[in-house]
T-cell receptor, first 112, second 112 residues
Framework: ELKVEQNPLFLSMQEGKNYTIYCNYSTTSDRLYWYRQDPGKSLESLFVLLSNGAVKQEGRLMASLDTKARLSTLHITAAVHDLSATYFCAPRNNNAGNMLTFGGGTRLMVKP | EAGVAQSPRYKIIEKRQSVAFWCNPISGHATLYWYQQILGQGPKLLIQFQNNGVVDDSQLPKDRFSAERLKGVDSTLKIQPAKLEDSAVYLC??????????FGPGTRLTVL
């Protein structure tokens, strides 16, 4: 059974600061997604990481994947208030079609 | 391109009552998913369809939950009878086979 652990669960940071969210998973996975969720809203896809060493960047967010360590990171550079949201990682289960297992989420609050 | 549609957006019922949710996936998406998201947690997959067949329903509480996708397009998820712990947001997602999942706005269910 694929288990996913994110940390931290809650992150409060000042604008302009950098921080990293970590996503560890328990069994091999061939791809991993990062989603963003605003309060009361649905999930918005941010990144899909398809191979070991994959790195993707969009604006102030950069995601990476280390399949050997079963670890993905989401790095925030020079945070702004608009990045306040909950971020979920979701590796795909190799043995179950296109099934994703979501982490518990990291709630990010960026203070002006 | 129209996104995943869900209705209703909100539903309040009393315990032991029945409720049904409807989902219309993105046109052409063969795979449809129903997730349950309890407040403060990540989404949990309940059932996955490919066309009108069930791929995975291992986490669906089958004593009270049922889902169908009779014509391989729209889907309904039913709970009968509802319990207090069923209070959650029910998210529908769709994808091409083995591809990125796109999520609908969700139905927020409150069981009193």
């Amino acid at each position: 059974e694929l288990k996913v652990e994110q940390n931290p669960l809650f992150l409060s940071m000042q604008e302009g600061k950098n921080y990293t969210i970590y996503c560890n998973y328990s069994t091999t996975s061939d791809r991993l997604y990062w989603y963003r969720q605003d309060p009361g809203k649905s999930l918005e896809s941010l990144f899909v990481l398809l191979s070991n060493g994959a790195v993707k960047q969009e604006g102030r967010l950069m995601a990476s994947l280390d399949t050997k360590a079963r670890l993905s990171t989401l790095h925030i550079t020079a945070a702004v208030h608009d990045l306040s949201a909950t971020y979920f990682c979701a590796p795909r289960n190799n043995n179950a079609g296109n099934m994703l297992t979501f982490g518990g989420g990291t709630r990010l609050m960026v203070k002006p | 391109e129209a996104g995943v549609a869900q209705s209703p957006r909100y539903k309040i019922i009393e315990k032991r009552q029945s409720v049904a949710f409807w989902c219309n996936p993105i046109s052409g998406h063969a795979t449809l998913y129903w997730y349950q998201q309890i407040l403060g947690q990540g989404p949990k997959l309940l059932i996955q369809f490919q066309n009108n067949g069930v791929v995975d329903d291992s986490q669906l509480p089958k004593d009270r939950f049922s889902a169908e996708r009779l014509k391989g397009v729209d889907s309904t998820l039913k709970i009968q009878p509802a319990k207090l712990e069923d209070s959650a947001v029910y998210l529908c997602a769709s994808s091409l086979v083995s591809a990125e999942q796109f999520f609908g706005p969700g139905t927020r269910l409150t069981v009193l």
